[in-house]
């Protein structure tokens, strides 16, 4: 199983490519999956795995199963949003205020290749802005000043020395 890039590795900050028609995403699927149900996350993009490709994994706190997002595309987005706490399993151990807009219409090809459209409000329009943000090199870190960003590499670094201290989670 791939293991999970961590906020250092560059590729975060890399565009992603679309996926073609005759991809086989089988295994990478399968692999987001694990690592997103591991920890017990809501939902993970194929960058943090080290996979440039356009595709992730999304669900509310009341979905058992993930949905897939394959190529997707942001159509619309409310004037109106909030600002709220979120984790990224890039970043463990901590979390950051993030605005982000109430509601998003999107567009999206789910598993089995089928152009869906959909409206999503709240959390899940949360999370699937957060993944999306992700095929664009974009990190919840990003908009943080260089003080908060030290301060948040401090308590990762924390955190890694502890807990995965061997890289058995995050890649080296």
Same mark, same amino acid.
């Given at each position: 199983? @791939?293991?999970?890039?961590?906020?250092?590795?560059?590729?975060?900050?890399?565009?992603?490519?679309?996926? *073609?028609?005759?991809?086989?995403? %089988? *295994?990478?699927?399968?692999? $987001?999956?694990?690592?997103? %149900?591991?920890?017990?996350?809501?939902?993970? #993009?194929?960058?943090?795995?080290?996979?440039?490709?356009?595709?992730?994994?999304?669900?509310?706190?009341?979905?058992?199963?993930?949905?897939?997002?394959?190529?997707?595309?942001?159509?619309?987005?409310?004037?109106?949003?909030?600002?709220? $706490?979120?984790? /990224?399993?890039?970043?463990? #151990? +901590?979390?950051?205020?993030?605005? @982000?807009?109430?509601? /998003?219409?999107?567009?999206?090809?789910?598993?089995?290749?089928?152009? +869906?459209?959909?409206?999503?409000?709240?959390?899940?329009? @949360? +999370?699937?802005?957060?993944?999306?943000?992700?095929?664009?090199?974009? %990190?919840?870190? =990003? =908009?943080?000043?260089?003080?908060? @960003? =030290?301060? +948040?590499?401090?308590?990762?670094?924390?955190?890694?020395?502890?807990?995965? #201290? %061997?890289?058995?989670?995050?890649?080296?």
């Amino acid at each position: 199983m @791939r293991k999970l890039i961590n906020y250092r590795n560059p590729i975060l900050k890399t565009k992603s490519a679309e996926v *073609e028609k005759d991809e086989d995403l %089988t *295994e990478l699927l399968a692999d $987001m999956d694990k690592m997103a %149900t591991v920890f017990h996350a809501f939902g993970i #993009s194929a960058v943090q795995l080290g996979v440039l490709k356009q595709v992730f994994l999304f669900r509310d706190d009341s979905a058992k199963q993930f949905k897939v997002a394959i190529n997707p595309k942001l159509l619309e987005i409310s004037e109106t949003g909030n600002v709220a $706490m979120e984790g /990224c399993l890039s970043f463990p #151990s +901590v979390s950051i205020p993030v605005l @982000r807009p109430f509601m /998003c219409k999107v567009q999206f090809e789910n598993q089995d290749r089928q152009i +869906v459209e959909e409206t999503y409000t709240g959390l899940l329009a @949360r +999370v699937w802005l957060h993944e999306f943000s992700h095929l664009f090199g974009q %990190t919840i870190i =990003d =908009d943080l000043s260089l003080l908060k @960003r =030290d301060l +948040v590499e401090k308590k990762i670094q924390k955190w890694m020395k502890k807990i995965d #201290s %061997t890289g058995m989670i995050y890649e080296k």
